[in-house]
Each structure stands twice: as C-alpha cells, then as structure tokens.
C-alpha cells in the first residue's frame, strides 16, 4: 500500500534534528522538541493509511517532546494515539500519569491534553493515530484510559502486543483495499486490553460536574478560557477537572468547543445579514477563523458560509 517514507540518513549531519522535528511534526501531530545531545541525529519515520486511521512507524536517537497548549491549538482535529514500543525505552506523562514504557508495552495518549515524552535510548515504536469518534465505538469512556499503560506480559495486553507487532512486521504487505477492514480488530483488542487494564471509577457526582459547566457556559466569551483557569477556579487539581469530566463522558476542551459551536450556529441561525461570520466567531472566543471554520464544518457538516447562507445568507467574512 502507499505509505510516506522519511529518513534523517540522506540529509546533512547538522541539519537533521530541525528535519526530524518537522518529520515528526508532520506525522505525530504538533510537539515542541529537544535533542539530548550534539551528535549526528538518527532518526526515520513511516505513515500508512488504514481507513481513517494514521499508522505511523518511528525510529529516533534520545530527545524529548512535550505538546503544551500552543501545540494543541495548532492542531486539526482531535485524535487518542495508542504509542506501541518495539524497541527502546521511554517515559510518558499526561494527566498527572508517568511510566517507563519497555519494549511490548503500549499507551493511550488524548491529543487534546498536555503531554511530555522523553526517548531514554534508541527508540522504534508504533503510532496509531485514531479520530476521537472512530474509537468511541470500540472502548466505552474513553477519555478516562489516557495515560494507562499496558503491558504486554499476559492476558489482554499480551493479545494486543502480538498482534500490533505483527501490524508493523507485515504493513507492507497490506493491500490498500483491506487496510479499513484490518484495522478492525486490531482496535478491538486494543480496546479490550485498555478495558481491562484501567478499574471502573466511581463518579465524582452529577452536582459538580453541572456547576463546573455552569461556569464555562458564562465564560464562554472568554477567549482566555481554560482548562487550567477552570480548575483554579473551583479549587482543584487539573487532573482532577479532567477526572470529573471524563467520569461524565466528556472532555474539557471539547466540552468547550463543542459549547462555542453551538453558540455560534445558534447566532448565524437567527442573525441574518445584520452580523458577519467573524464577528459572531470572535464574539464566542474563537480567535482563528480558519481553525473556526474547520471545527463548525467537521462539527455540523457544513461550513458556516454555507449553513449561514441557508439561514437567510446570514452575514460575510
């Protein structure tokens, strides 16, 4: 099947870590970076298509990344990416969550939360880069299992393993017309190993969780606001706002998102020419009309042009 290929090897020594960098960028979503060292950096990088999923292999020197709100704000779309180790070690954090990743062992990890890794010796792992709505169908709740690791030892996680080590030994010999349907089980047991990796966690209560949304619906002006600004604002932890959300099935920032988006088409369906699309963004805390304009559409289907135009054409850019 057709796959992007990158390697560090055929670019010049000193300019390979900014290659890298834009590489894994391009594949991994957006990081900040750092080297760990001034050595020659070695490093090469794969992505297939399965479907709608990003199956990407990787192979680098020690660095360090971290993907912080600047990175998140940067980013299309909202995807869990299952990071496979094959070889090397590495740490993990999110949400509060730090462990060594070893080879066979595997972790979910939210695009729309903060994160750091940190590559302890050369690294190859698998990366598979699922939209938030295409695993909803797998693993109920899945926001809670960010930042679980899975070990590949035994039971559940030891199915897993194998086959996401046979997904990267045979990717090559994948037709692109099987590529959807393979990618079928291999999140089934993904899914069943989360599952039964991370214990159910009692609910942290319906009252809390409805003030704290209270608030947001107030502040949903706000261009400011945040999950940190949120949590501070209700005395707890970050980890524990994204606790409360995640035990109601929901995520903070999208909760947000999804908040100013039904705003927005509440306001061009009843705005008519009286008010432009910008204005009416910019009015509910979005300040990328770009990053608007892509949200609305994957959100309604429909551009807001086009939806306002089929509400009486309801002002311009």
């Keep these: 099947m057709i796959a992007d290929r990158w390697t560090a090897a055929s670019i010049r020594p000193g300019q390979r870590y900014d290659a890298w960098r834009a590489a894994l960028n391009a594949s991994h979503l957006e990081w900040t970076l750092e080297r760990s060292d001034d050595r020659p950096f070695r490093a090469a990088v794969t992505r297939r298509r399965f479907g709608a999923v990003d199956v990407v292999e990787c192979a680098c020197d020690p660095c360090t990344g971290r993907r912080g709100r600047p990175e998140i704000a940067r980013t299309e779309g ?14 993990i954090r999110q949400d509060g969550r730090e462990a060594v990743l070893e080879p066979g062992d ?4 939210d695009s729309e939360r903060e994160m750091e890794f940190r590559v302890l010796s050369p690294l190859r792992k698998l990366t ?8 909803s169908g797998w693993l109920a709740d899945p926001e809670r299992h960010a930042g679980a690791v899975v070990r590949g030892g035994s039971g559940a996680g030891a199915l897993a393993s ?12 994948i037709e692109t017309g099987q590529a959807g349907a393979v990618m079928e089980p291999v999140l089934g047991l993904v899914s069943a190993a989360l599952t039964a990796q991370v214990a159910p966690r009692p609910s942290t209560g319906s009252e809390e969780f409805r003030r704290i949304c209270a608030y947001i619906e107030a502040a949903l ?14 005395g707890m932890s970050i980890r524990t706002l994204y606790t409360t959300f995640a035990d109601n099935g ?3 920032s999208r909760w947000i998102r999804l908040r100013r988006l039904h705003r927005c088409r509440q306001e061009l369906a009843r705005s008519g020419r009286q008010r432009t699309i910008t204005e009416i963004a910019f009015d509910w805390g979005f300040n990328d009309m770009a990053h608007f304009s892509r949200a609305f559409k994957a959100t309604y289907g429909v551009s807001p042009r086009a939806f306002a135009r089929g509400r009486g054409d309801a002002g311009t850019d």
């Design 221 to 234: 002006a706000d261009p400011d606001l945040s999950p940190t600004g949120i949590a501070r604002a209700h």
């Design 128 to 135: 598979l880069l699922i939209p938030k709505p295409q695993l």
């Design 250 to 252: 929901a995520s903070v």
């Design 78 to 91: 909202a995807y869990y990416g299952v990071l496979f180790e094959l070889g090397g070690r590495e740490v």
């Design 162 to 173: 194998d086959v996401l080590r046979r997904l990267a030994r045979e990717i090559d010999t």
């Design 106 to 109: 595997f972790v979910m990890w």
